[in-house]
Protein backbone atom coordinates (compact mmCIF):
# COMPACT_ATOMS: atom_id res chain seq x y z
CA UNK A 1 0.00 0.00 0.00
CA UNK A 2 1.41 3.68 -0.45
CA UNK A 3 0.43 6.65 0.93
CA UNK A 4 0.62 10.11 -0.77
CA UNK A 5 3.36 11.01 1.65
CA UNK A 6 4.59 14.45 0.90
CA UNK A 7 5.83 15.68 4.01
CA UNK A 8 5.31 13.01 5.93
CA UNK A 9 7.20 10.09 6.33
CA UNK A 10 5.06 6.98 6.16
CA UNK A 11 7.79 4.71 7.65
CA UNK A 12 9.08 4.97 10.72
CA UNK A 13 12.46 6.55 11.03
CA UNK A 14 15.07 4.14 11.02
CA UNK A 15 17.41 6.43 12.71
CA UNK A 16 15.46 6.68 15.60
CA UNK A 17 16.91 5.59 18.68
CA UNK A 18 14.95 1.90 19.17
CA UNK A 19 15.32 1.84 22.63
CA UNK A 20 13.14 4.81 23.08
CA UNK A 21 10.38 4.66 25.77
CA UNK A 22 7.41 6.28 25.82
CA UNK A 23 6.44 7.99 29.42
CA UNK A 24 3.06 6.99 29.39
CA UNK A 25 3.67 3.02 27.74
CA UNK A 26 1.85 4.38 24.71
CA UNK A 27 3.29 3.93 21.58
CA UNK A 28 3.02 6.01 18.25
CA UNK A 29 -0.48 7.00 18.44
CA UNK A 30 -0.87 3.96 19.97
CA UNK A 31 -2.41 4.65 23.68
CA UNK A 32 -1.75 2.17 26.75
CA UNK A 33 -5.09 0.41 26.70
CA UNK A 34 -6.87 -0.12 30.12
CA UNK A 35 -9.33 -2.62 30.60
CA UNK A 36 -12.79 -1.39 30.29
CA UNK A 37 -13.59 -2.10 33.53
CA UNK A 38 -10.84 0.07 34.51
CA UNK A 39 -11.30 3.03 32.45
CA UNK A 40 -14.93 3.20 33.19
CA UNK A 41 -15.97 4.38 36.50
CA UNK A 42 -19.12 2.51 38.22
CA UNK A 43 -21.28 5.79 38.44
CA UNK A 44 -21.12 6.83 35.18
CA UNK A 45 -23.46 6.46 32.68
CA UNK A 46 -23.74 6.64 28.90
CA UNK A 47 -26.82 7.13 28.25
CA UNK A 48 -29.45 9.75 30.35
CA UNK A 49 -32.73 7.39 31.49
CA UNK A 50 -35.51 9.50 33.53
CA UNK A 51 -35.55 8.02 37.34
CA UNK A 52 -37.76 4.81 37.05
CA UNK A 53 -40.98 4.88 38.85
CA UNK A 54 -41.98 1.66 40.43
CA UNK A 55 -42.44 0.12 43.69
CA UNK A 56 -39.91 -1.70 45.48
CA UNK A 57 -42.23 -3.96 46.90
CA UNK A 58 -43.39 -5.00 43.63
CA UNK A 59 -39.72 -6.55 43.52
CA UNK A 60 -39.88 -8.40 46.87
CA UNK A 61 -36.01 -9.24 47.79
CA UNK A 62 -35.14 -9.07 44.24
CA UNK A 63 -34.17 -5.38 44.57
CA UNK A 64 -30.88 -4.64 43.71
CA UNK A 65 -28.49 -4.15 47.11
CA UNK A 66 -25.18 -3.32 44.99
CA UNK A 67 -24.19 -1.38 41.89
CA UNK A 68 -24.10 -3.66 38.91
CA UNK A 69 -20.83 -3.53 39.07
CA UNK A 70 -20.31 -2.94 35.08
CA UNK A 71 -18.38 0.18 33.79
CA UNK A 72 -20.00 3.34 32.71
CA UNK A 73 -18.85 4.96 29.45
CA UNK A 74 -19.94 7.41 27.44
CA UNK A 75 -20.12 6.24 23.57
CA UNK A 76 -16.75 7.97 22.66
CA UNK A 77 -15.13 6.16 25.22
CA UNK A 78 -16.71 2.84 24.74
CA UNK A 79 -16.52 3.34 20.79
CA UNK A 80 -12.31 4.14 21.11
CA UNK A 81 -12.26 1.28 23.56
CA UNK A 82 -12.62 -0.89 20.72
CA UNK A 83 -11.14 0.72 18.27
CA UNK A 84 -7.69 1.23 20.21
CA UNK A 85 -8.09 -2.88 20.89
CA UNK A 86 -8.42 -3.53 17.53
CA UNK A 87 -5.32 -2.09 16.18
CA UNK A 88 -3.31 -4.06 18.80
CA UNK A 89 -3.92 -7.33 16.64
CA UNK A 90 -3.68 -8.20 13.26
CA UNK A 91 -6.35 -8.80 10.89
CA UNK A 92 -6.80 -10.31 7.68
CA UNK A 93 -7.96 -7.12 6.63
CA UNK A 94 -3.82 -5.72 7.69
CA UNK A 95 -1.71 -7.91 5.75
CA UNK A 96 -0.96 -11.48 4.41
CA UNK A 97 -2.05 -13.83 6.81
CA UNK A 98 0.15 -16.86 6.05
CA UNK A 99 -1.23 -19.65 8.22
CA UNK A 100 -1.33 -22.53 7.31
CA UNK A 101 -3.94 -25.75 7.40
CA UNK A 102 -6.18 -22.30 7.61
CA UNK A 103 -7.24 -20.92 4.23
CA UNK A 104 -9.50 -17.72 3.57
CA UNK A 105 -7.33 -14.41 3.39
CA UNK A 106 -9.68 -12.30 2.36
CA UNK A 107 -13.74 -12.66 1.88
CA UNK A 108 -14.70 -10.68 -0.92
CA UNK A 109 -17.01 -7.89 0.50
CA UNK A 110 -19.75 -8.80 -2.18
CA UNK A 111 -20.97 -11.88 0.49
CA UNK A 112 -21.15 -9.65 3.07
CA UNK A 113 -23.47 -7.01 1.06
CA UNK A 114 -25.76 -10.13 0.55
CA UNK A 115 -25.53 -11.83 3.72
CA UNK A 116 -26.93 -8.48 5.37
CA UNK A 117 -29.79 -8.63 2.74
CA UNK A 118 -32.60 -8.34 4.88
CA UNK A 119 -34.42 -11.23 3.40
CA UNK A 120 -31.79 -13.44 4.80
CA UNK A 121 -30.17 -11.97 8.25
CA UNK A 122 -33.43 -11.20 9.29
CA UNK A 123 -35.24 -14.54 9.21
CA UNK A 124 -36.58 -16.38 12.29
CA UNK A 125 -35.82 -20.03 11.99
CA UNK A 126 -39.16 -20.41 13.08
CA UNK A 127 -41.05 -18.66 10.52
CA UNK A 128 -43.79 -20.57 8.48
CA UNK A 129 -41.59 -22.34 5.23
CA UNK A 130 -44.30 -20.67 2.87
CA UNK A 131 -42.01 -17.01 4.00
CA UNK A 132 -38.73 -18.21 3.75
CA UNK A 133 -38.80 -20.13 0.27
CA UNK A 134 -35.73 -17.86 -1.11
CA UNK A 135 -33.64 -18.62 1.77
CA UNK A 136 -34.64 -22.65 1.61
CA UNK A 137 -33.42 -22.17 -2.36
CA UNK A 138 -30.45 -20.63 -1.76
CA UNK A 139 -29.59 -23.75 0.55
CA UNK A 140 -31.08 -25.92 -2.08
CA UNK A 141 -28.84 -24.45 -4.80
CA UNK A 142 -25.66 -24.75 -2.10
CA UNK A 143 -26.12 -28.09 -2.06
CA UNK A 144 -26.39 -28.65 -5.60
CA UNK A 145 -22.59 -26.95 -5.54
CA UNK A 146 -21.12 -29.24 -3.26
CA UNK A 147 -22.19 -31.94 -4.63
CA UNK A 148 -21.53 -31.21 -8.37
CA UNK A 149 -17.76 -30.08 -6.91
CA UNK A 150 -17.62 -33.02 -5.18
CA UNK A 151 -19.35 -35.58 -7.22
CA UNK A 152 -20.95 -36.97 -4.08
CA UNK A 153 -24.73 -37.85 -4.24
CA UNK A 154 -25.65 -35.94 -0.76
CA UNK A 155 -24.95 -33.46 1.71
CA UNK A 156 -25.71 -32.32 5.16
CA UNK A 157 -25.71 -28.55 5.91
CA UNK A 158 -26.36 -28.38 9.88
CA UNK A 159 -22.72 -28.74 10.86
CA UNK A 160 -20.82 -25.50 12.53
CA UNK A 161 -17.29 -26.10 12.10
CA UNK A 162 -14.96 -28.83 10.35
CA UNK A 163 -14.55 -30.84 13.61
CA UNK A 164 -18.35 -30.80 13.54
CA UNK A 165 -18.59 -32.25 10.07
CA UNK A 166 -15.78 -35.27 11.37
CA UNK A 167 -18.60 -35.68 14.20
CA UNK A 168 -21.29 -35.90 11.19
CA UNK A 169 -19.42 -37.94 9.10
CA UNK A 170 -18.51 -40.47 11.84
CA UNK A 171 -21.83 -40.89 13.28
CA UNK A 172 -23.14 -41.37 9.58
CA UNK A 173 -20.30 -44.36 9.67
CA UNK A 174 -21.78 -45.75 12.79
CA UNK A 175 -24.74 -45.71 11.69
CA UNK A 176 -23.97 -47.41 8.50
CA UNK A 177 -22.49 -50.32 10.08
CA UNK A 178 -24.79 -50.46 13.29
CA UNK A 179 -27.76 -50.60 10.10
CA UNK A 180 -25.62 -53.45 8.23
CA UNK A 181 -24.72 -55.43 11.50
CA UNK A 182 -21.03 -54.45 11.79
CA UNK A 183 -21.06 -52.57 15.27
CA UNK A 184 -18.31 -54.53 16.17
CA UNK A 185 -16.03 -51.86 14.17
CA UNK A 186 -14.65 -49.70 17.02
CA UNK A 187 -11.45 -48.62 15.64
CA UNK A 188 -10.49 -45.93 13.35
CA UNK A 189 -6.85 -45.36 11.81
CA UNK A 190 -5.51 -42.37 11.63
CA UNK A 191 -2.21 -40.77 9.68
CA UNK A 192 0.54 -39.42 11.95
CA UNK A 193 0.31 -35.83 9.85
CA UNK A 194 -3.64 -35.54 10.75
CA UNK A 195 -4.86 -32.85 12.27
CA UNK A 196 -5.12 -32.79 15.80
CA UNK A 197 -9.42 -32.51 15.43
CA UNK A 198 -9.30 -36.08 13.16
CA UNK A 199 -8.03 -38.45 16.51
CA UNK A 200 -10.45 -36.21 18.77
CA UNK A 201 -13.56 -36.76 16.86
CA UNK A 202 -12.99 -40.57 16.81
CA UNK A 203 -12.50 -40.48 20.16
CA UNK A 204 -15.45 -38.59 21.17
CA UNK A 205 -17.80 -40.91 18.69
CA UNK A 206 -16.50 -44.13 21.64
CA UNK A 207 -13.70 -45.22 18.67
CA UNK A 208 -10.36 -45.89 19.47
CA UNK A 209 -7.72 -44.85 17.32
CA UNK A 210 -4.85 -46.23 15.68
CA UNK A 211 -1.96 -44.34 13.74
CA UNK A 212 -0.60 -44.63 10.53
CA UNK A 213 2.45 -44.36 9.67
CA UNK A 214 3.62 -41.86 6.96
CA UNK A 215 6.75 -42.63 4.33
CA UNK A 216 9.75 -40.43 3.64
CA UNK A 217 8.02 -38.57 1.21
CA UNK A 218 5.08 -37.29 3.73
CA UNK A 219 2.14 -39.53 2.26
CA UNK A 220 0.28 -42.44 4.39
CA UNK A 221 2.15 -45.70 4.47
CA UNK A 222 0.21 -48.08 2.20
CA UNK A 223 2.19 -51.16 3.88
CA UNK A 224 1.51 -50.01 7.40
CA UNK A 225 -2.34 -48.95 6.56
CA UNK A 226 -2.93 -52.08 5.14
CA UNK A 227 -1.45 -53.87 7.92
CA UNK A 228 -3.24 -52.36 10.54
CA UNK A 229 -7.27 -52.42 8.40
CA UNK A 230 -8.37 -55.46 10.33
CA UNK A 231 -11.83 -56.38 10.44
CA UNK A 232 -12.89 -54.17 13.54
CA UNK A 233 -11.97 -50.71 11.68
CA UNK A 234 -15.01 -48.50 11.03
CA UNK A 235 -12.98 -45.99 9.31
CA UNK A 236 -9.94 -44.56 8.02
CA UNK A 237 -9.50 -40.32 8.33
CA UNK A 238 -7.45 -39.01 5.92
CA UNK A 239 -6.74 -35.59 4.99
CA UNK A 240 -5.98 -35.07 1.09
CA UNK A 241 -4.16 -32.45 0.23
CA UNK A 242 -2.67 -33.50 3.68
CA UNK A 243 -1.49 -31.56 6.01
CA UNK A 244 2.02 -31.29 4.87
CA UNK A 245 0.67 -29.52 1.77
CA UNK A 246 1.02 -32.71 -0.49
CA UNK A 247 -1.49 -34.50 -2.67
CA UNK A 248 -1.87 -38.21 -1.20
CA UNK A 249 -0.96 -39.79 -4.66
CA UNK A 250 -2.31 -43.47 -3.82
CA UNK A 251 -5.68 -42.41 -2.31
CA UNK A 252 -7.50 -44.42 -5.39
CA UNK A 253 -5.69 -47.20 -3.91
CA UNK A 254 -5.93 -46.29 0.07
CA UNK A 255 -9.97 -45.77 -1.09
CA UNK A 256 -9.82 -49.49 -2.70
CA UNK A 257 -8.21 -51.38 -0.25
CA UNK A 258 -10.71 -49.46 2.91
CA UNK A 259 -13.76 -50.84 1.09
CA UNK A 260 -12.12 -54.00 0.51
CA UNK A 261 -12.10 -54.44 4.04
CA UNK A 262 -15.16 -53.04 4.99
CA UNK A 263 -14.39 -49.88 5.91
CA UNK A 264 -15.50 -46.68 5.23
CA UNK A 265 -13.22 -43.75 4.11
CA UNK A 266 -13.71 -40.60 5.54
CA UNK A 267 -11.55 -37.73 4.09
CA UNK A 268 -10.83 -34.19 5.82
CA UNK A 269 -11.19 -31.97 3.50
CA UNK A 270 -10.40 -29.09 5.07
CA UNK A 271 -8.14 -28.28 2.62
CA UNK A 272 -10.30 -28.63 -0.36
CA UNK A 273 -9.30 -25.18 -1.76
CA UNK A 274 -6.24 -26.60 -2.81
CA UNK A 275 -8.59 -28.86 -5.66
CA UNK A 276 -11.75 -27.36 -6.13
CA UNK A 277 -12.49 -27.52 -9.74
CA UNK A 278 -10.01 -30.17 -10.43
CA UNK A 279 -10.81 -33.13 -8.90
CA UNK A 280 -13.57 -34.84 -7.60
CA UNK A 281 -13.23 -36.31 -4.14
CA UNK A 282 -16.52 -38.63 -4.72
CA UNK A 283 -14.17 -40.39 -7.78
CA UNK A 284 -11.44 -40.78 -5.32
CA UNK A 285 -13.54 -43.23 -3.15
CA UNK A 286 -14.54 -41.14 -0.65
CA UNK A 287 -17.50 -41.78 1.53
CA UNK A 288 -17.73 -39.31 3.76
CA UNK A 289 -15.99 -35.42 3.41
CA UNK A 290 -16.41 -32.25 5.25
CA UNK A 291 -16.49 -29.15 3.58
CA UNK A 292 -14.92 -25.88 5.56
CA UNK A 293 -16.97 -23.30 4.05
CA UNK A 294 -14.33 -21.01 6.10
CA UNK A 295 -12.00 -22.35 4.49
CA UNK A 296 -12.60 -23.14 0.93
CA UNK A 297 -15.57 -20.76 0.36
CA UNK A 298 -14.68 -17.24 2.02
CA UNK A 299 -16.64 -17.17 5.14
CA UNK A 300 -14.90 -15.45 7.88
CA UNK A 301 -12.94 -17.55 10.14
CA UNK A 302 -11.72 -18.10 14.00
CA UNK A 303 -12.44 -14.52 15.73
CA UNK A 304 -14.23 -13.42 11.99
CA UNK A 305 -17.18 -15.39 12.62
CA UNK A 306 -18.66 -18.85 12.97
CA UNK A 307 -17.24 -21.33 10.65
CA UNK A 308 -19.84 -23.92 8.76
CA UNK A 309 -18.70 -27.71 7.92
CA UNK A 310 -21.24 -29.22 5.57
CA UNK A 311 -20.20 -32.77 4.94
CA UNK A 312 -20.71 -34.75 1.62
CA UNK A 313 -21.63 -37.97 1.46
CA UNK A 314 -21.37 -41.09 -0.88
CA UNK A 315 -24.35 -43.42 -1.93
CA UNK A 316 -23.66 -45.71 1.07
CA UNK A 317 -24.01 -42.88 3.69
CA UNK A 318 -26.54 -40.35 1.88
CA UNK A 319 -29.31 -42.61 3.90
CA UNK A 320 -28.14 -41.91 7.42
CA UNK A 321 -27.90 -38.47 6.79
CA UNK A 322 -28.79 -35.72 9.56
CA UNK A 323 -31.90 -33.55 9.75
CA UNK A 324 -33.06 -31.54 7.91
CA UNK A 325 -32.70 -31.10 4.42
CA UNK A 326 -34.54 -29.16 1.21
CA UNK A 327 -36.75 -30.85 -0.82
CA UNK A 328 -39.30 -29.71 -2.96
CA UNK A 329 -43.20 -30.48 -2.51
CA UNK A 330 -46.35 -29.37 -3.90
CA UNK A 331 -46.22 -26.41 -1.64
CA UNK A 332 -42.53 -25.51 -2.44
CA UNK A 333 -39.22 -25.95 -0.97
CA UNK A 334 -39.95 -28.04 2.43
CA UNK A 335 -37.47 -28.73 5.02
CA UNK A 336 -37.33 -32.42 5.99
CA UNK A 337 -37.14 -32.78 9.75
CA UNK A 338 -38.75 -35.80 10.71
CA UNK A 339 -37.13 -38.67 10.54
CA UNK A 340 -40.03 -40.94 8.76
CA UNK A 341 -40.65 -42.30 5.52
CA UNK A 342 -37.51 -41.35 3.66
CA UNK A 343 -35.38 -39.83 6.77
CA UNK A 344 -36.47 -42.72 8.74
CA UNK A 345 -32.62 -43.73 8.69
CA UNK A 346 -31.40 -40.19 9.23
CA UNK A 347 -29.26 -40.83 12.54
CA UNK A 348 -30.63 -37.46 13.95
CA UNK A 349 -29.56 -33.60 14.30
CA UNK A 350 -26.52 -31.87 14.54
CA UNK A 351 -27.68 -28.72 15.63
CA UNK A 352 -30.94 -26.97 16.24
CA UNK A 353 -32.47 -25.22 13.13
CA UNK A 354 -30.85 -25.28 9.56
CA UNK A 355 -26.74 -24.63 10.59
CA UNK A 356 -25.11 -21.30 10.05
CA UNK A 357 -27.41 -19.51 7.54
CA UNK A 358 -24.98 -16.15 7.08
CA UNK A 359 -22.18 -18.87 6.03
CA UNK A 360 -24.81 -20.25 3.68
CA UNK A 361 -25.02 -16.71 2.18
CA UNK A 362 -21.44 -15.83 1.96
CA UNK A 363 -20.33 -19.30 0.18
CA UNK A 364 -22.97 -19.43 -2.21
CA UNK A 365 -22.50 -15.78 -2.86
CA UNK A 366 -18.15 -16.61 -3.35
CA UNK A 367 -19.49 -19.79 -5.52
CA UNK A 368 -21.24 -17.78 -8.00
CA UNK A 369 -19.56 -14.93 -7.87
CA UNK A 370 -16.36 -17.16 -9.09
CA UNK A 371 -18.45 -19.44 -11.38
CA UNK A 372 -17.20 -22.91 -12.03
CA UNK A 373 -14.09 -21.91 -14.22
CA UNK A 374 -13.38 -19.38 -11.24
CA UNK A 375 -13.27 -22.00 -9.02
CA UNK A 376 -11.32 -24.36 -10.29
CA UNK A 377 -8.28 -20.96 -10.67
CA UNK A 378 -8.66 -20.51 -7.52
CA UNK A 379 -7.44 -23.66 -7.04
CA UNK A 380 -4.35 -22.93 -9.27
CA UNK A 381 -3.76 -19.76 -8.55
CA UNK A 382 -3.25 -20.98 -4.76
CA UNK A 383 -1.05 -23.93 -5.34
CA UNK A 384 1.32 -21.94 -7.87
CA UNK A 385 1.56 -18.90 -4.66
CA UNK A 386 2.62 -21.79 -2.85
CA UNK A 387 5.01 -23.30 -4.93
CA UNK A 388 6.26 -19.98 -5.44
CA UNK A 389 6.78 -19.07 -2.01
CA UNK A 390 8.65 -22.57 -1.75
CA UNK A 391 10.89 -21.93 -4.57
CA UNK A 392 12.23 -18.48 -3.34
CA UNK A 393 11.98 -19.39 0.11
CA UNK A 394 14.15 -23.03 -0.47
CA UNK A 395 17.23 -20.33 -1.09
CA UNK A 396 17.84 -20.02 2.69
CA UNK A 397 15.23 -22.19 4.52
CA UNK A 398 14.95 -26.36 4.07
CA UNK A 399 11.52 -27.38 2.69
CA UNK A 400 10.37 -30.39 5.01
CA UNK A 401 10.10 -31.84 1.43
CA UNK A 402 11.73 -31.15 -1.57
CA UNK A 403 11.03 -33.25 -3.93
CA UNK A 404 8.33 -32.54 -6.59
CA UNK A 405 5.99 -29.74 -5.94
CA UNK A 406 3.52 -28.65 -2.72
CA UNK A 407 -0.01 -28.41 -3.04
CA UNK A 408 -1.94 -25.30 -1.55
CA UNK A 409 0.70 -24.81 1.50
CA UNK A 410 4.51 -24.85 1.78
CA UNK A 411 6.20 -26.76 4.75
CA UNK A 412 9.88 -25.84 5.87
CA UNK A 413 11.60 -27.41 8.69
CA UNK A 414 14.14 -26.40 11.29
CA UNK A 415 16.73 -28.11 9.86
CA UNK A 416 18.31 -24.64 8.05
CA UNK A 417 18.35 -22.96 11.89
CA UNK A 418 20.31 -25.71 13.23
CA UNK A 419 23.49 -24.26 15.54
CA UNK A 420 22.00 -20.76 14.77
CA UNK A 421 20.91 -20.40 18.39
CA UNK A 422 17.73 -19.72 16.79
CA UNK A 423 14.21 -21.72 16.86
CA UNK A 424 11.49 -22.10 14.77
CA UNK A 425 9.34 -19.99 17.78
CA UNK A 426 11.99 -17.12 17.87
CA UNK A 427 12.09 -16.77 13.87
CA UNK A 428 8.24 -16.85 14.15
CA UNK A 429 8.12 -13.95 16.70
CA UNK A 430 10.66 -11.49 14.62
CA UNK A 431 8.30 -11.84 11.94
CA UNK A 432 5.89 -10.11 13.92
CA UNK A 433 8.93 -7.12 14.61
CA UNK A 434 8.88 -7.31 10.22
CA UNK A 435 5.13 -6.12 9.86
CA UNK A 436 4.50 -10.06 9.63
CA UNK A 437 2.04 -12.26 11.29
CA UNK A 438 4.37 -16.12 11.87
CA UNK A 439 2.98 -18.88 9.71
CA UNK A 440 1.76 -21.87 11.28
CA UNK A 441 4.56 -23.56 13.92
CA UNK A 442 4.99 -26.36 14.63
CA UNK A 443 2.17 -28.02 13.05
CA UNK A 444 2.25 -30.95 11.39
CA UNK A 445 3.88 -32.70 14.33
CA UNK A 446 5.91 -35.18 11.98
CA UNK A 447 8.21 -32.26 10.76
CA UNK A 448 10.61 -30.81 13.10
CA UNK A 449 10.04 -27.11 13.72
CA UNK A 450 7.51 -27.15 11.32
CA UNK A 451 6.86 -23.72 9.18
CA UNK A 452 3.53 -24.12 7.29
CA UNK A 453 2.55 -21.40 4.85
CA UNK A 454 0.00 -21.02 3.22
CA UNK A 455 -0.29 -18.10 1.17
CA UNK A 456 -4.10 -18.42 -0.62
CA UNK A 457 -5.06 -17.60 -3.99
CA UNK A 458 -5.24 -13.55 -3.24
CA UNK A 459 -2.58 -12.45 -2.43
CA UNK A 460 -0.56 -10.67 -5.32
CA UNK A 461 3.25 -11.15 -6.90
CA UNK A 462 4.58 -8.04 -4.92
CA UNK A 463 2.69 -9.20 -1.68
CA UNK A 464 4.23 -12.37 -2.16
CA UNK A 465 7.74 -10.62 -2.58
CA UNK A 466 7.04 -8.45 0.53
CA UNK A 467 7.31 -11.66 2.54
CA UNK A 468 9.78 -13.86 0.89
CA UNK A 469 11.92 -10.53 0.60
CA UNK A 470 11.16 -10.03 4.82
CA UNK A 471 11.85 -13.88 5.79
CA UNK A 472 14.85 -14.49 3.60
CA UNK A 473 16.78 -11.50 5.16
CA UNK A 474 15.64 -12.61 8.53
CA UNK A 475 17.08 -16.31 7.74
CA UNK A 476 20.00 -14.58 6.29
CA UNK A 477 20.43 -12.73 9.77
CA UNK A 478 19.94 -15.72 11.96
CA UNK A 479 22.79 -17.40 9.89
CA UNK A 480 25.03 -14.51 10.53
CA UNK A 481 24.99 -14.98 14.21
CA UNK A 482 22.17 -12.56 14.85
CA UNK A 483 20.19 -14.21 17.47
CA UNK A 484 19.30 -11.35 19.97
CA UNK A 485 16.75 -10.13 17.33
CA UNK A 486 15.18 -13.16 17.67
CA UNK A 487 15.66 -13.88 21.42
CA UNK A 488 14.10 -11.04 22.54
CA UNK A 489 11.34 -10.58 19.59
CA UNK A 490 8.88 -9.59 19.17
CA UNK A 491 10.53 -5.49 20.29
CA UNK A 492 7.95 -3.54 18.40
CA UNK A 493 4.50 -5.28 19.19
CA UNK A 494 2.08 -3.65 21.59
CA UNK A 495 3.05 -6.88 23.85
CA UNK A 496 5.99 -8.11 24.10
CA UNK A 497 6.75 -12.13 24.44
CA UNK A 498 4.55 -13.53 26.42
CA UNK A 499 4.44 -16.92 28.73
CA UNK A 500 2.58 -18.56 25.82
CA UNK A 501 1.96 -21.75 27.92
CA UNK A 502 0.66 -20.10 31.12
CA UNK A 503 -1.86 -18.01 28.81
CA UNK A 504 -3.16 -21.09 27.60
CA UNK A 505 -2.96 -23.28 30.78
CA UNK A 506 -3.81 -20.50 32.87
CA UNK A 507 -5.94 -18.20 31.41
CA UNK A 508 -7.64 -15.50 33.87
CA UNK A 509 -10.91 -14.45 32.28
CA UNK A 510 -12.32 -12.56 34.50
CA UNK A 511 -10.91 -9.11 35.85
CA UNK A 512 -11.30 -8.59 40.18
CA UNK A 513 -10.50 -4.86 41.26
CA UNK A 514 -7.84 -6.19 43.05
CA UNK A 515 -5.98 -7.65 40.25
CA UNK A 516 -3.97 -4.88 38.02
CA UNK A 517 -4.43 -4.41 34.06
CA UNK A 518 -0.84 -6.06 33.38
CA UNK A 519 -1.51 -9.25 35.63
CA UNK A 520 -5.01 -9.85 33.28
CA UNK A 521 -3.62 -9.22 30.42
CA UNK A 522 -0.26 -10.88 30.40
C1 LIG B 1 -9.16 -26.45 10.22
C2 LIG B 1 -9.05 -27.89 10.08
C3 LIG B 1 -9.94 -28.75 10.74
C4 LIG B 1 -10.98 -28.28 11.74
O1 LIG B 1 -11.86 -27.30 11.25
P1 LIG B 1 -12.59 -26.33 12.29
O2 LIG B 1 -13.59 -25.59 11.46
O3 LIG B 1 -11.54 -25.46 12.86
O4 LIG B 1 -13.26 -27.18 13.33
C5 LIG B 1 -9.81 -30.10 10.52
N1 LIG B 1 -8.85 -30.59 9.72
C6 LIG B 1 -7.97 -29.80 9.07
C7 LIG B 1 -6.94 -30.41 8.18
C8 LIG B 1 -8.05 -28.42 9.23
O5 LIG B 1 -7.17 -27.64 8.60
Given at each position: ?????????????????TAHQS????????????????????????????????????????????????????????????????????????????????????????????????????????????????????????????????????????????????????????AAHEA??????????????????????????????????????????????????????????????????????????????????????????????????????????????????????????????????PVVLS????????????????????????????????????????????????????????????????????????????????????????????????????????????????????????????????????????????????????????????????????????????????????????????????????????????????
Amino acid sequence: MSMLNVGRPTRPDAAAPTAHQSLSGGRGLLQDEPLLFELGGWEKTGVDLPEPEFDAADLGDLVRAEPIGLAGLSEPEAVRHYVRLSQKNHAIDLALYPLGSCTMKHNPRLNERMARLPGFADLHPLQPTSTTQGALALMDRLAHWLKTLTGMPAVALSPKAGAHGELCGLLCIKAAHEAAGQGHRRRVLVPTSAHGTNPATAAFVGYSVTEIAQTADGRVDLADLEAKLGDDVAAIMVTNPNTCGLFERDVIEIARITHARGAYFYCDGANFNAIVGRVRPGDLGVDAMHINLHKTFSTPHGGGGPGAGPVVLSEALAAFAPAPWVVSGPDGLQLVEEAVDDAAQAFGRMSAFHGQMGMFVRAYAYMRSHGADGLRQVAEDAVLNANYIKARLSQEMTPAFPDGPCMHEALFDDTWLEGTGVTTLDFAKAMIDEGFHPMTMYFPLVVHGAMLIEPTETESKAELDRFCEALLQLAKAAKAGDADRFKGAPYLAPMRRLDETQAARKPKLTWKPESGTAQAAE
